[in-house]
């Protein structure tokens, strides 16, 4: 966590004192305009509430405010719920698939978000409090 912390955003989603979800986000050092969705977790007792959609898109909202255009991830192809929420909630677009990237049978889809898009309906984001 303290590379995020210290060249990336770490947001953290509470109840009340207890850390419920994390979003892990870095910037692109070769790209000023691009940035990464490093992680993103939810605590299995509150998963399929929409908490994770809503921590994904107010970690989306300060990359806008930062002045990010683009915004990359990667997902197992075999993650469904991940993907929905990707592409079906959030409207990243994949862009690109790769066998055994992290070894053997570990193969990745690459999704990637133009962040002006996202920033011209960010306005049906509520904040998480």
């Not at 986000?25 to 509430?49: C, F, H, V």
């Not at 909630?89 to 990237?101: A, P, R, T």
């Amino acid at each position: 966590m303290v590379p995020i912390i210290k060249h990336g955003r770490l947001f953290v989603l509470f109840d009340q004192e207890k850390p419920i979800g994390t979003l892990e986000l870095m910037a692109d050092w070769d790209d000023s305009e691009k940035a990464y969705i490093y992680g993103l977790a939810i605590d299995p007792e509150y998963q399929n509430r929409d908490l994770g959609t809503k921590l994904f898109k107010y970690g989306l909202c300060k990359l806008v405010e930062e002045g990010f255009s683009t915004t990359t991830l990667t997902v197992d192809p075999a993650n469904r719920a991940a993907i929905h929420l990707y592409k079906d909630k959030l409207n990243f677009k994949i862009v690109d698939q790769q066998e055994d990237i992290y070894g053997p049978e570990a193969d990745r889809l690459f999704m990637e978000m133009d962040l002006a898009e996202f920033a011209e309906n960010k306005k049906d984001v509520r904040k998480i409090a």
